[in-house]
């Protein structure tokens, strides 16, 4: 593929700006094109394993994420009654994988993106489509979108429009996509003054409940639950939670009582459950979840956009490249995503009674399970080195 010196990110979310910033960087003129009418994403925090924040290394963000965020691992994992089936450190954590697990909302970290793009990168409230995903090499032909405003020719496009990407479908039309993983999630962040509690997820029988403290004082909480695709509570989704949720541990009950309404987002999961041929086609790459999208259980999402945006960045003059290394191992973080799914919201009593003991003694005998679900995750290194931030430094040395 020719040397790529201009490209349309399609998406503004967290994948799409990190790839936005990593292209920049080596000196790519980017274009960012957001449907929404501004970046500022729907109100939920997101968890950073030490993999996305060597990511974020890359260009030079991820010492300014880890001060604003909250640092995780001291908690565990429990039962609906409170029982503590299994207990971690933020230190065993760090210790483990070389860094920490850290929390922050998600409007930081995409403020702090959209800070490295120059003021004209990026343009809201532009819906845009792939109309011709171009020929790579010198003799070649560029990739072409439509927008509102008419088309425009690139040498790459970024295809980071979500879990129901236009672009994939495009690229991959005898693909099944993203379908309903069985279970719907909500999720809150909201002041909780006088309220301690240890960070914590809560296992019940086909219902999983947890809550998190962020630097700011305030909390995350996010449930999820088996049920019908489209489901939506009779009344509103604050008073659904209380009905699943009410009669479990402290701090859950003072989370919903401090809750409103308007608080609480619903949604359905999706999943890709049959992997794509290629992360890539033409001169257009996909980026996370419209290339791999999976369940929240094992919170990679985000952290595995991250990784696709930095590699993607070191292979934009080797598409192919960039598919072998990312296809595999987000292949892989899927499938353990959907186990684990299946693990923690299993609604069999007997099934659910084996799942709780198996995990204590387990716990006893070894590192938490929380500790263990991240090996061969949260061990990732980027695929260049030295990072920005240690660029920066040695130019002011």
Known sequence: MARVERAIVIGGGIGGLTAAVALHQRGVRVTVLERAGSLEPVGAAISLAPNALRGLDVIGLGDEIRALSAWQGDGGLRAPRGRWLSR????????????????????????????????????????????????????????????SDGERETDLVVAADGIHSAVRRALFPDHPGAEY?????????????????ASHETWGRGRIWGTHPLKDGRAYAYAAA????????????????LRLHGDWHAPIPDVLA??????????????????????????????????????????QGGNQAIEDAV??????????????????????????????????????????????????????????????????????????????SQRTTAGKG
């Open 88 to 147: 971690s450190s933020a230190a065993a954590a760090a210790e483990r994988f070389g860094g920490p697990l850290v929390l922050l909302h998600r409007a930081t970290l995409i403020g702090h993106l959209a800070a490295r793009l120059p003021s004209d990168a990026v343009r809201t409230a532009t819906a845009a489509h792939l109309l011709d995903p171009g020929v790579p090499g010198d003799s070649g032909r560029p990739a072409r979108v439509g927008t």
């Open 181 to 197: 993983a069985g279970f719907t999630t909500w999720r809150m962040v909201i002041p909780l003054p006088g309220v301690e509690f």
């Open 226 to 241: 088996v049920a019908p695709a489209g489901e939506r509570a009779p009344d509103d989704e604050r008073a659904e939670l």
């Open 258 to 299: 401090a809750a409103r309404p308007e608080d609480v987002l619903r949604h359905d999961v999706h999943h890709i459950t049959e992997p794509l041929p290629a992360y890539h086609h033409g001169r257009v790459a996909l980026v996370g979840d419209a290339a791999h999208a999976m369940p929240p259980t094992l919170g």
């Open 311 to 388: 590699t993607l960045a070191h292979h934009t003059d080797d598409l192919p490249g960039y598919t072998a290394a990312r296809l595999p191992r987000t292949t892989a973080v899927a499938r353990r995503a959907v186990q684990v799914a299946r693990l923690n919201l299993m609604t069999g009593r007997v099934g659910t009674a084996v799942r709780d003991n198996a995990i204590a003694a387990l716990s006893k005998a070894g590192p938490a399970l929380f500790l263990r679900g991240f090996d061969g995750i949260a061990d990732w290194r980027p695929p260049q080195q030295p990072y920005a």
